[in-house]
């Protein structure tokens, strides 16, 4: 989650959805403000780096800020290939955190025990479908206190330069920064294809129905 005061916006970043490129590109900016805290989670914490955006609305109400002024931007992405990028991030974290010797400070504590209790001896297959289970809809992120979309502009992952560019003209950024942001081979969508079935397919169709009728999407379509 992203907020500048001098540009009046506010990102809302949705989990594997490149969002860390559009956060790496604007912090050299040197216009971000607020930048989502990460776990853990305090009491005290009113913005989080994944916060969606009835907390972000909260927050900014706690801040005496008017959110109506703030343009509101998000990216969202294919869904199938979004769950398949946590099980490709996690297991390569896995074979890290099995084999590093470094400290590693209480984030990093923390998804160790999770990635070693979630990976433990299950198949890739039911590893996927924990992760599919565990991890909000798109929608969620997007939506105020009455399930409202309530977002200026939701660009996608596979359009993402150009959405990126017409975020930047819309909240006057003048020189828009380019993204670091680079797609992965088409190798992986083999191993997509190899351990979605038919009826996980079809769990990921009915739980993203939101995003998927808005954005066209389909389990072959914008592969990873």
């Known amino acids: 989650m992203l907020i500048s005061h001098k540009h009046k916006f506010v990102i809302i970043n949705i989990e594997k959805t490149g969002t860390k490129s559009l956060r790496k590109s604007l912090k050299k900016l040197g216009i971000i403000d607020v930048i989502g805290e990460p776990l853990p989670i ?3 914490i009113k913005f ?3 916060s969606n955006m009835n907390e972000v609305v909260e927050g900014f109400k706690e801040e005496g800020w008017n959110i109506n002024r703030y343009f509101k931007f998000s990216v969202v992405r294919n869904p199938w290939d979004r769950y398949f990028s946590f099980f490709t991030y996690y297991k390569t974290n896995l074979k890290y955190y099995q084999e590093t010797k470094e400290p590693l400070d ?5 998804q160790k025990k999770y990635i070693l209790n979630l990976f433990g001896k299950k198949t ?5 479908i924990a992760i599919i289970e565990k991890f ?13 979309v309530v977002m200026d502009k939701i ?8 959405d990126f560019d017409e975020f930047c003209e819309s909240v ?5 920064p380019k993204l670091p942001y680079e797609n992965k081979s088409d190798n992986q969508s083999l191993i997509k294809k190899e351990l979605y079935t038919e009826e996980l397919i079809d769990v990921v169709a009915e739980k993203e129905k939101w995003v998927i009728d808005k954005f066209g999407y389909d389990f072959n379509l914008h592969k990873t």
């Open 42 to 44: 305090s009491s005290q």
């Open 48 to 50: 989080r780096h994944h």
């Open 106 to 110: 209480d984030n990093q504590q923390r």
């Open 124 to 128: 890739d297959r039911k590893i996927l």
């Open 136 to 148: 909000s809809q798109q929608r969620e992120y997007l939506t105020n206190s009455n399930g409202d």
């Open 155 to 162: 660009g996608q992952l596979e359009n993402i330069s150009n």
């Open 172 to 176: 006057g950024i003048i020189q828009t």
